[in-house]
């Protein structure tokens, strides 16, 4: 593993395919400054490669992807280095949410909290059959917020609303059946659910994936109608690659 910092490890393969595993934040991977800003950076850097296919993102242990953020640094917070803390994690989010190529939760153990709104920025999440999932902001005083915003339009209203306001866990069956994970693996089959997944999106042209992604983004915030129109240019500007032409014709060269 290439350590970009002391929070961000990386490894490679000759696929394109990137692990970045959040490093040095204890053994259930807890948020605080030093690693917000370190697995932040070390996205940013990545984001600028445009032979990275897929990004996995992944804890340095098998208890947590991130458990949450750091409660004893959020103890001693004021109104203002709350707002400069929370925008920080915005950013790490926005980050993740951004990435040009399709990013992969690797999720075992627990993910609570600022973890959650990570993986939900993430565009699929791969849970282990005993991990645990929750928000337990309001128990100790403070709201779920940022891209916990996400989470009405990946589980709906009620969910969410169950999940914020209650601050209960919910189990991993339980997060398969309303969508808040798209795979939950089989015991000892975490990272066989991971490759299955990466291969399925290396079946795919990669500019393809990452035109679509954005496209994603876009549909998120923009009225149908704009969203259906706005897609015309981004279809035609994908005949200015090879994929179209490339890939098409392996398709019906395997169908004679």
Avoid at 57 to 63: D, F, L, M, P, Y
Avoid at 67 to 83: R, T
Avoid at 89 to 96: F, I, K, S
Avoid at 182 to 209: I, N, R, Y
Wanted: hydrophobic share 45%; net charge neutral.
């Amino acid at each position: 593993m290439h350590m970009l910092n002391p929070c961000c490890g990386i490894d490679r393969d000759p696929r394109g395919v990137v692990r970045l595993t959040i490093c040095n934040a204890g053994s259930l991977n807890i948020l605080g400054s030093a690693a917000i800003n370190g697995v932040r950076e070390g996205l940013e850097r990545l984001a600028a490669e445009p032979q990275i296919r897929v990004l996995i993102i992944a804890g340095q242990s098998e208890k947590s992807m991130i458990g949450g953020a750091d409660i004893k640094e959020m103890a001693k917070l004021d109104q203002a280095s709350a707002e400069k803390f929370i925008t920080g994690l915005r950013d790490l989010c926005e980050a993740v949410r951004t990435f040009p190529s399709p990013v992969i939760a690797r999720m075992p153990g627990w993910c609570l909290g600022g973890g959650l709104e990570v993986a939900a920025a993430c565009d699929f999440r791969i849970a282990a059959h005993d991990a645990r999932f929750g928000m337990p902001e309001v128990r100790v005083g403070i709201p779920s917020v940022i891209h916990a915003a996400l989470l009405p339009r990946l589980i709906g209203w009620g969910r969410a609303r169950w999940l914020v306001m209650t601050a209960e866990n919910i189990d991993a069956p339980t997060a398969l059946s309303w969508g808040l994970v798209d795979v939950v693996a089989p015991e000892g089959g975490l990272d066989g659910a991971v490759e299955k997944t990466v291969k399925a999106l290396l079946e795919c042209g990669p500019e393809a994936l990452r035109s679509q992604k954005a496209l994603l983004r876009q549909w998120e915030e923009l009225p149908l109608t704009e969203s259906v129109n706005l897609s015309i240019g981004v279809f035609g500007r994908s005949f200015l690659t090879d994929e179209p032409k490339r890939l098409m014709q392996g398709f019906i060269d395997r169908k004679r």
